[in-house]
């Protein structure tokens, strides 16, 4: 049995299509990333399966429960962090875990193992009230609330969306080890660099998945010659890269320039061409991909 399953789930807001024809499976005990920007349907697609929100079209299954039929039983067995932070602000860090507890009709005490090694690090602000943590410890309370009960599968919408860096590589070492007890994971996220961190990851983009597959896979796939490119002038470098024949695409990466290019392409082509247009300081590199690369690739393509 697969821990979720999705048949060509629609959603429509007015004229807006967040979802369109969705469908993947999730094995159990899968780390799987839903990644993509803002706006191109992950919330939408976690407020269904979740049971908060009713599709337009297409059918759902958590745990082999339907999402509408079985609405109430699925409440019972998953847990759910939304990206923004919905605890009980004016309750301390302890008031919060004990009342999703008893909401599970449950304890601390019966599921504290699970809890153990992410509840140790916010203890010692244990009657600190939720709304005067920092990010990275609303964070571990909020995982601490969805787990609480012995979830089978744990949604996490945008977890670490303003979070510092620090506190973003902690939270996966967490999801590591909850994969450990066998709790299927389905996390969304807009940052790139966390895909490689799932054990599969679907793309996004207007309500659509433009690839499903492994990270490693999806990068392999990769067959475009890739460069990074540097000059003195970098915005009129991404304007002049764009406006060359033989650059296919042009994407701001950070500091540098990622472009894909014609296979008779040389650097020192390049370079010529970019000297003629006044452009010193020159650095041209062939790199790897990344999965950033490859999503701007396949958006492109699907555009």
Same mark, same amino acid.
């Given at each position: 049995?697969?821990?979720?399953?999705?048949?060509?789930?629609?959603?429509?807001?007015?004229?807006?299509?967040?979802?369109?024809?969705?469908?993947? #499976?999730?094995?159990?005990?899968?780390?799987?990333?839903?990644?993509?920007?803002?706006?191109?349907?992950?919330?939408?697609?976690?407020?269904?399966?979740?049971?908060?929100?009713?599709?337009?079209?297409?059918?759902?299954?958590?745990?082999?429960?339907?999402?509408?039929?079985?609405?109430?039983?699925?409440?019972?067995?998953?847990?759910?962090? $939304?990206?923004?932070?919905?605890?009980?602000?004016?309750?301390?860090?302890?008031?919060?875990?004990?009342?999703?507890?008893?909401?599970? +009709?449950?304890?601390?005490?019966? +599921?504290?193992?699970?809890?153990?090694?992410?509840?140790?690090?916010?203890? $010692?602000?244990?009657?600190?009230?939720?709304?005067?943590?920092?990010?990275?410890?609303?964070?571990?309370?909020?995982?601490?609330?969805?787990?609480?009960?012995?979830?089978?599968?744990?949604?996490?919408?945008?977890?670490?969306?303003?979070?510092?860096?620090?506190?973003?590589?902690?939270?996966?070492?967490?999801?590591?080890?909850?994969?450990?007890?066998?709790?299927?994971?389905?996390?969304?996220? $807009?940052?790139? #660099?966390?895909?490689? @961190?799932?054990?599969?990851?679907?793309?996004?983009?207007?309500?659509?998945?433009?690839?499903? *597959?492994? $990270?490693?896979?999806?990068? *392999?796939?990769?067959?475009?010659?890739?460069?990074?490119?540097?000059?003195?002038?970098?915005?009129?470098?991404?304007?002049?890269?764009?406006?060359? *024949?033989?650059?296919?695409?042009?994407?701001?990466?950070?500091?540098?320039?990622?472009?894909?290019?014609?296979?008779? @392409?040389?650097?020192?082509?390049?370079?010529?061409?970019?000297?003629?247009?006044?452009?010193? *300081?020159?650095?041209?590199?062939?790199?790897?991909?990344?999965?950033?690369?490859?999503?701007?690739? @396949?958006?492109? +393509? +699907?555009?």
């Amino acid at each position: 049995m697969k821990a979720v399953s999705v048949q060509n789930i629609s959603k429509t807001y007015r004229t807006v299509k967040a979802l369109n024809g969705i469908s993947f #499976d999730v094995e159990p005990g899968e780390i799987y990333g839903i990644i993509g920007p803002d706006g191109a349907g992950k919330t939408s697609l976690f407020r269904i399966l979740t049971t908060m929100l009713l599709a337009d079209s297409g059918t759902a299954t958590v745990d082999g429960l339907d999402v509408v039929k079985d609405y109430k039983e699925i409440r019972s067995r998953i847990g759910y962090m $939304p990206g923004r932070f919905s605890l009980y602000q004016d309750l301390t860090v302890e008031e919060n875990l004990e009342f999703f507890a008893t909401v599970f +009709n449950t304890t601390i005490e019966e +599921n504290y193992e699970l809890v153990k090694d992410i509840y140790q690090q916010i203890e $010692p602000f244990k009657n600190r009230r939720a709304g005067k943590l920092s990010g990275g410890m609303k964070q571990k309370l909020a995982l601490c609330c969805a787990l609480i009960h012995k979830p089978t599968v744990l949604f996490l919408d945008e977890p670490t969306t303003g979070v510092d860096p620090v506190s973003r590589k902690e939270f996966w070492e967490m999801l590591r080890k909850l994969k450990e007890q066998h709790i299927t994971i389905l996390v969304s996220t $807009p940052y790139m #660099d966390e895909a490689t @961190l799932c054990d599969r990851i679907a793309l996004i983009q207007h309500g659509q998945f433009l690839q499903v *597959d492994t $990270p490693q896979n999806i990068i *392999d796939g990769f067959k475009e010659i890739l460069w990074s490119v540097k000059s003195n002038q970098m915005y009129k470098l991404l304007t002049d890269l764009r406006n060359y *024949d033989k650059v296919k695409t042009c994407f701001t990466f950070g500091e540098t320039h990622h472009i894909t290019v014609d296979k008779t @392409l040389t650097e020192e082509e390049l370079k010529e061409y970019l000297m003629s247009k006044q452009h010193e *300081d020159i650095e041209i590199k062939p790199i790897k991909a990344s999965i950033e690369d490859c999503y701007m690739q @396949l958006a492109q +393509n +699907n555009e």
